[in-house]
């Protein structure tokens, strides 16, 4: 590329040209990196007389730190070491405010930080519990929990920390990376999205049920879908369609009962206003055609009904917009082949279930999509695998936690070189002589 004629063109191509899958390819990787090398060998006269026209180096200088890995290396040893990072800011959201507080704060803690943690105000019990009775079991001077909504939390954001941990949507997301521009501090953002399921054509009825209960209770049975893993729709062939639809109907009768308004299984939504957003989401005239299933809708008890819908209009709210909510639009394609290109025209999401038998497939959804995680044949368990880190990638995240990913996450690790004075070698040292080229 020469300048920044046709650079949108050009950065287009490029992203195509990734997208081709053709940069994942081993062969192609040794290629480039036998081209770099190849590079460096044919071209070292022309590198040393740049340097010497652009800095003055002498060819030996140049020679040994950008030519050729130094062998002054030699008796040395390295490691990294981690150390903690200082003062660190946890901010969480209300919809499971202990786990969401608490994970990020026992990282903070293991690698020797001491923290601030701020939770969701639209949680308040928990956000008091939290403030209240947490502190007296840990040391007072090392870790403060301060309760407040955005006002306490620009608050906090004015001040200098040493790492930002954030929990929530992408539009506060985004607020809190500019306000960590102002002290250049690392930012893990832990967002949400559109996760979508693909379910393919199962064909014995023991798959099909177990996709079904799997799927129910991971988007009605959690937090009744205000979950930032919740599947948030789903992507099923249509010949497969109205049986999916049958059989979790069935369930959903047997799991939360004839009147789902009575049972305790699943969770209220978690004020008014979120309740008014997916009010506005369902009584959407666009959508109203394509509600399959449930549709009803209490206020007074912030209760909404399971609900299913078929092939609402991708440009409706619902398709564009994170659910966060007990709403599970359906959307048919031809072949199940064709979820591959339909999650790709979408912003990455946090998480990818694919309830798959075929391993063709299986193999092209891990190597064709990209999301923070990929589970085959389930939801949602994998937030529980400690061995696993968990985030988003592009919209739904930046930076990983658990177990201990969230250790490093709160350290830093120092990149750490021993030297012996035993020896040396002569021909690191000016003055330089054409002849330690030939070294
Ligand atoms: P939110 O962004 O509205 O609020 C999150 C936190 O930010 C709260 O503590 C809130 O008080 C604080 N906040 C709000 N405005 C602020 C401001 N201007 N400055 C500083 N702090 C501010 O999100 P929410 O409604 O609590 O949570 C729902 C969102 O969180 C969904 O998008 C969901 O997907 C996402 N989420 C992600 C994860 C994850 O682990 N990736 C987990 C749970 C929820």
Known sequence: MEGVKGLESDLEAMRQYFRSGKTKDTAWRQSQLKGLLLFIKENEKHIFNALKKD????????????AKLPRVALLSSAELVPEPLGLVLIISSWNFPFGISLEPLIGAIAAGNTAVLKPSELA?????????????????????????????????????????????????GRIIMSAAVNHLTPTVLELGGKSPAVVDSLASSWDKQVTVNRILVSKFGACAGQACIAIDYILVEKRFASTLVELMKVMIKKMFGENPRETNAIARIVNQQHFLRLKSLLRDPAVQNSIVYGGSLDEKNLFVEPTILVDPPLDAAIMTEEIFGPLLPIITLDNVEDSIAF????????????????????????????????????????????SLPFGGIGESGVGK?????????????????????????WYRFPPWNDYKLLL
């Open 55 to 66: 800095l003055g180096k002498h060819p030996v200088e140049a020679y040994r730190d950008e």
């Open 124 to 172: 308040p019990a928990s956000s008091s519990l939290l403030a209240n009775v947490l502190p007296t079991y840990l040391d007072n001077k090392a870790v403060k929990v301060i309760q407040g909504g955005p006002a306490v939390g620009e608050r906090l954001l004015q001040q200098k920390w040493d790492k930002i941990f954030f929990t929530g949507s992408a539009r506060v």
């Open 343 to 386: 999650i790709n025209s979408k912003p990455k999401p946090l998480a990818i279930y694919a309830f798959i038998k075929n391993e063709k497939l299986k193999r092209r959804m891990l190597s064709e999509t990209s999301s923070g995680s990929l589970v085959f044949n389930d939801a949602v368990i994998q937030y529980a695998a400690d």
């Open 401 to 425: 936690y658990h177990g201990k990913f969230s250790f490093d996450t709160f350290s830093h690790y120092k990149a750490v070189t021993r030297r012996s004075f035993l020896t040396d070698f």
